[in-house]
């Protein structure tokens, strides 16, 4: 889920008190820490053979990878395409297009 749909749909039915600390950048943040648990649970749960969740797709971990501090807020299509492909090595650029 995106920003402006939480903000306009999930953040009015918090309490006043919490949504007076979420922003745009706390939003990206918890979102990145929830999806860093996520893998850590699906990694050690893959040792026992019980494994519920299939791992994240490479368009989520892209997501993160832009997510990250780091990464730049606007980037070109080159930028976007060669991020896509150190994530997920072959993707085609119809593919990229189509998610971002």
Request: aromatic fraction near 4%; charge should be negative.
């Amino acid at each position: 889920m995106g920003w402006p749909l939480f903000r306009d749909q999930v953040l009015p039915a918090l309490p006043q008190e919490t949504r007076s600390h979420i922003d745009e950048d706390e939003y990206l943040a918890m979102k990145v820490r929830l999806l860093e648990a996520l893998e850590r649970c699906l990694r050690d749960g893959g040792d026992r053979g019980d494994r519920v969740v299939t791992p994240l797709e490479w368009k989520t971990r892209l997501e993160l990878a832009l997510a990250e501090p780091a990464a730049l807020r606007v980037l070109d299509r080159k930028s976007i395409l060669g991020l896509a492909r150190s994530v997920r090595p072959g993707v085609s650029d119809p593919t990229v297009e189509r998610w971002n």
